[in-house]
């Protein structure tokens, strides 16, 4: 049956790593499939978790999402970002991280076989998938180095490296927030705001975080 998506909600789900660049018809057709179901979630309930989820690739559509793996925050989802990739394609029988809507979401959520079928008629589909997954390695290398980072000012940058890209610069998120998800003090993670903007390589707007040069902030690369 056909699913029913408001217009920004769909434009979210064009735009989205696995559908970028294809043609609005093949999304559409997708949309028609049985395996393809819409899902709506309230504030603090759980998508995915350890030994509760689905093998289905999912696309935020509006709202946010929280991803967490025991007390550490390792990102916060926006609409048209993927999730579940870590369900598909593996026998594994627990998801690796904890999903939890922060604000009331919906969700598209495409099964396993769907995925498959998706690839092998557009290789548009199958290379953006790839492309996802190259992403997902250097999102959770930076993750590793910036809890290994010595400084707090280290900690910062690995985060924005692995949050921003060139064509996003900006990051969105309130300091309790982000010193959460670095885990550091509010303190701590002013005075690094302080240091990386003295040295020039962040500005602050309001509670958003500019980077003008995402390479000044780890010339080499990850």
Do not use: W
């Not at 735009?15 to 899902?39: G, I, K, R, S, W």
């Not at 709202?63 to 989802?77: E, K, N, Q, Y």
């Not at 593996?90 to 099964?111: I, K, Q």
Request: charged share 20%.
């Amino acid at each position: 049956m056909e699913q029913t998506l408001t217009k920004n909600q769909l434009s979210h789900l064009l735009a989205c790593p696995l559908f970028q660049n294809c043609p609005q018809e093949a999304v559409q057709l997708a949309l028609t499939d049985p395996d393809c179901t819409v899902h709506d979630f309230d504030p603090g309930q759980t998508l995915y978790q350890p030994h509760r989820f689905s093998r289905c690739l999912g696309v935020l559509l509006n709202g946010s999402i929280r991803v967490t793996r025991d007390s550490l925050a390792i990102s916060v989802l926006s609409p048209g970002d993927l999730f579940g990739a870590a369900a598909l394609f593996n026998d594994h029988e627990d998801y690796a991280t904890t999903l939890t809507a922060g604000t009331p979401c919906r969700v598209v959520l495409l099964t396993q076989a769907l995925v498959s079928r998706l690839m092998d008629a557009s290789p548009r589909v199958r290379d953006n998938y790839i492309r996802y997954l190259s992403g997902r390695i250097r999102f959770l290398s930076g993750k590793i180095r910036s809890l290994a980072a010595d400084s707090v000012e280290g900690r910062l940058k690995q985060h924005l490296l692995t949050s921003l890209t060139p064509d996003k610069p900006q990051l969105d998120c309130a300091a309790t927030e982000l010193a959460k998800r670095l885990g550091i003090s509010r303190a701590s993670l002013y005075r690094a705001f302080e240091t990386l903007e003295s040295q020039g390589l962040i500005q602050r707007q309001g509670r958003a975080i500019l980077v003008p040069n995402l390479k000044a902030l780890d010339p080499s690369g990850i």
